[in-house]
């Protein structure tokens, strides 16, 4: 083989090899929502002004649970206003909470997670406490797997404190990693890595996976199989305190904050689809 067949024949597989390499970002991607500029923003009661995690629940209707306050509240988005008032149990820390064919789950931030529905008495009671983690925060729900997804916000000081999001199959019962957040994938524009997950949702259409952080204020999007689509820093003056994140069936967005000396509030995002 002469030289100039040598290069050819490497420049060949320099071609072939690269493109079978992973990609890490979705080339041009495009964010469809216009994240400076809610199209409403709902002012929540007192009771909900410490808003810790929300969820659809039927149409234009979403259930939310407020941290340290054993309820859930139903609010309707036509009237503004909490229109149900649910006691779930003896006040705690309570940091997630997803609907699932109109199963309520709510979730404790050490992982306990509780299941009923409003039409009967029945309930049952979810252990994802893991030894790694000190604090959960965010619960959603991935169809594809029928999982429940848990996001950890922090982990045991002895331990690797990288993000990870976990999984509870409602089919099999099982308990597991379902992918880590590597800290290249939430570098700001600053170099910080300041990223403690406190929400986290499932895009309907997409597959996407939303995770959102109040500290750092950032909005993490990662493909159906777990590639980084984009980072969004958040204005902090949009978003005092983020916590909760949710989709309603046709794509548009719903972010919950903590009100710092008022009360709490939902912000809306239209989807985009074009």
Same mark, same amino acid.
């Given at each position: 083989?002469?030289?100039?067949?040598?290069?050819?024949?490497?420049?060949?597989?320099?071609?072939?090899?690269?493109? #079978?390499?992973?990609?890490?970002?979705?080339?041009?991607?495009?964010?469809? @929502?216009?994240?400076?500029?809610?199209?409403?923003?709902?002012?929540?009661?007192?009771?909900?002004?410490?808003?810790?995690?929300?969820?659809?629940?039927?149409?234009?209707?979403?259930?939310?649970?407020?941290?340290?306050?054993?309820?859930?509240?139903?609010? /309707?988005?036509?009237?503004?206003?909490?229109?149900?008032?649910?006691?779930?149990?003896?006040?705690? /820390?309570?940091?997630?909470?997803?609907?699932?064919?109109?199963?309520?789950?709510?979730?404790?931030?050490?992982?306990?997670?509780?299941?009923?529905?409003?039409?009967?008495?029945?309930?049952?009671?979810?252990?994802?406490?893991?030894?790694?983690?000190?604090?959960?925060?965010?619960?959603? @729900? =991935?169809?594809?797997?029928?999982?429940?997804?848990?996001?950890?916000?922090?982990?045991?000081?002895?331990?690797?404190?990288?993000?990870?999001?976990?999984?509870?199959?409602?089919?099999?019962?099982?308990?597991?990693?379902?992918?880590?957040?590597?800290?290249?994938?939430?570098?700001?524009?600053?170099?910080?890595?300041?990223?403690?997950?406190?929400?986290?949702?499932? =895009?309907?259409?997409?597959?996407?996976?939303?995770?959102?952080?109040?500290?750092?204020?950032?909005?993490?999007?990662?493909?159906?199989?777990?590639?980084?689509?984009?980072?969004?820093?958040?204005?902090?003056?949009?978003?005092?305190?983020?916590?909760?994140? #949710?989709?309603?069936?046709?794509?548009?967005? @719903?972010?919950?904050?903590?009100?710092?000396?008022?009360?709490?509030?939902?912000?809306?995002?239209? @989807?985009?689809?074009?």
């Amino acid at each position: 083989m002469n030289f100039v067949s040598s290069i050819i024949l490497l420049l060949v597989l320099t071609l072939v090899v690269y493109a #079978c390499l992973p990609k890490k970002k979705t080339e041009n991607y495009v964010f469809k @929502y216009n994240i400076k500029a809610p199209s409403a923003k709902m002012e929540l009661p007192q009771n909900l002004k410490e808003i810790s995690g929300l969820s659809f629940y039927q149409e234009n209707q979403l259930a939310c649970v407020n941290d340290e306050n054993g309820s859930v509240f139903i609010y /309707d988005l036509t009237q503004e206003a909490v229109i149900e008032k649910i006691d779930i149990g003896n006040n705690a /820390d309570y940091e997630g909470i997803e609907v699932v064919d109109g199963e309520i789950f709510i979730m404790k931030s050490n992982g306990k997670i509780k299941g009923f529905r409003i039409s009967d008495a029945t309930e049952r009671k979810i252990d994802c406490t893991d030894k790694d983690v000190k604090e959960y925060e965010g619960l959603s @729900y =991935h169809p594809q797997t029928q999982s429940l997804l848990l996001v950890s916000k922090e982990k045991d000081k002895d331990k690797n404190d990288k993000k990870t999001i976990y999984a509870y199959s409602l089919k099999t019962e099982r308990f597991g990693k379902f992918l880590s957040i590597d800290e290249d994938l939430v570098r700001g524009n600053d170099g910080k890595k300041t990223f403690a997950p406190s929400g986290i949702a499932i =895009h309907p259409i997409t597959g996407e996976i939303f995770i959102i952080s109040s500290q750092g204020k950032k909005l993490l999007v990662l493909s159906a199989n777990g590639d980084k689509n984009c980072l969004i820093e958040l204005d902090p003056e949009t978003f005092v305190q983020p916590e909760g994140i #949710c989709f309603t069936p046709n794509g548009d967005l @719903y972010i919950s904050s903590e009100g710092e000396n008022e009360n709490g509030y939902i912000l809306k995002f239209e @989807y985009q689809q074009r």
